[in-house]
């Protein structure tokens, strides 16, 4: 069992930036594929970013170039560097621990979230 603890959300004037922060529990992370989701009121959940075991990423199309996702095997942490903020990127953020995709269902841990605000 994998717990994940995000951490970096807050208020934000468009245009600025976050750094949100996911710490695993199990030694094992390093052999998970890593993601973002994100999921606004009212709406589904949304994939926004993930990584691979081997550092490989790949990006939504509506955070490609703004947001960047890197990981630190040593210290079990993902990161997910947000850059050029929009008040439409205002929504909670998931980290998840899984196998390579863009789909909720090919992560099997998720952590608790965190409030990301952004403010126009």
């Known amino acids: 069992q994998v717990q994940l603890v995000e951490s970096g959300g807050g208020l934000v004037q468009a245009g600025g930036s976050l750094r949100l922060s996911c710490a695993a529990s199990?030694?094992?992370?390093?052999?998970?594929?890593m993601a973002w989701f994100r999921q606004a009121p009212g709406k589904e959940r949304e994939f926004v970013a993930t990584i691979s075991r081997n550092g490989a990423t790949y990006y939504a199309t509506s955070v490609k170039g703004r947001f960047t996702i890197s990981r630190g095997n040593a210290e079990r942490t993902t990161f997910l560097q947000l850059n050029t903020l929009k008040p439409d990127d205002t929504a909670v953020y998931y980290c998840a621990a899984g196998r390579w995709g863009a789909s909720p269902s090919d992560y099997d841990y998720w952590g608790q979230g965190t409030q990301v605000t952004v403010s126009s």
């Open positions: 199990e030694r094992t992370f390093p052999t998970y594929a």
